[in-house]
């Protein structure tokens, strides 16, 4: 899976020529960490049609600000430079996460 950062995050998300999805996650979520091996294998299932990548909050603080994170879980989801979709806390789900990446592929 992608890592995105502060440094990459404009050149491998919103410049993608492919959709992208982020997960936006911290090292003391429980519910960012119990997610994560699902979001891994969604990554495999749905390399080269889709990016998915996730972002360190912790590490980028700032840059969260800057993008109106300001819960975790949270997941963008871009498709031709734009965020199409966001999902962040009770909403985030591995079905939920599936369903918002099939609209990005249609």
């Not at 600000?65 to 985030?92: H, W």
């Amino acid at each position: 899976m992608l890592v995105f950062d502060k440094d990459n995050f404009e050149a491998e998300a919103v410049k993608s020529d492919i959709p992208v999805i982020v997960d936006f996650w911290g090292p003391q979520c429980a519910p960012c960490l119990a997610l994560m091996p699902e979001v891994e294998k969604l990554a495999e299932e749905y390399d080269g049609k889709i990016k998915i990548g996730k972002l360190n909050s912790a590490e980028n603080r700032r840059f969260c600000m800057s993008m109106k994170v300001m819960g975790l879980p949270t997941f963008l989801f871009y498709k031709n430079g734009e965020c199409r979709q966001r999902l962040s806390g009770d909403e985030v789900t591995i079905d939920s996460i599936r369903a918002a990446a099939e609209k990005l592929l249609a």
